[in-house]
């Protein structure tokens, strides 16, 4: 029996734990992987590679809004294009401990991440704009004419 937050504390740092050794070879293989494939992604807490920046797709008549939480980085830390159909989003987080530091929990990771986001339609590449406010980017993205729905006039015959 439980006698108290202490006890529940301990017995969910054992959980922990046990939960992070059942995932480790796991996150040893993806590791592994990603070092092959030059490409370095933070993990979730169940050890799964997570996609980085979280980011989301919206549409409107006459643009694409693509916002990306990307905190702690800054206007030169990131980078937007547009190549062929595609949005391209890099950046890189650094982390380092400041001389005379001594590290006892390290989960805030360095991360060099690139997200290549296809556009459903095309866009006006020479109009795009990018804005980092609050530690999301938000990356506007107007169509190009063509894409545009017009509408047709109806003549009688």
């Known amino acids: 029996m439980l006698t108290g937050w202490t006890d529940l504390e301990d017995t969910l740092r054992t959980f922990d734990m046990l939960q992070r050794r059942a995932f480790a070879p796991l996150a040893a293989l993806e590791e592994a992987r990603d070092r092959r494939n030059a490409v370095r992604r933070p993990q979730t807490s169940l050890g799964r590679t997570a996609r980085w920046p979280a980011t989301n797709v919206l549409e409107t008549k006459e643009a ?13 830390d990131v980078s937007v ?7 391209v989003i ?6 380092e401990v400041p001389q005379g530091y001594r ?3 390290h989960e805030r990771a360095s991360v060099a991440f690139t997200r290549k986001l296809p556009l459903p339609a095309r866009v006006d590449s020479d109009n795009v704009t990018a804005t980092l406010q609050s530690g999301v980017l938000t ?3 107007p169509k190009a004419r063509e894409a545009l729905p017009r509408q047709v006039a109806v003549k009688a015959g």
Do not use: N
Request: aromatic content about 4%; proline content about 3%.
């Open 64 to 76: 694409f809004v693509v916002k990306a939480d990307i905190p702690g980085l800054t206007e030169g």
């Open 81 to 87: 294009s547009v190549e062929e159909d595609s949005l």
């Open 90 to 95: 890099r950046g890189e987080r650094k982390t």
């Open 103 to 105: 590290v006892h929990l």
């Open 139 to 141: 990356v506007t993205l």
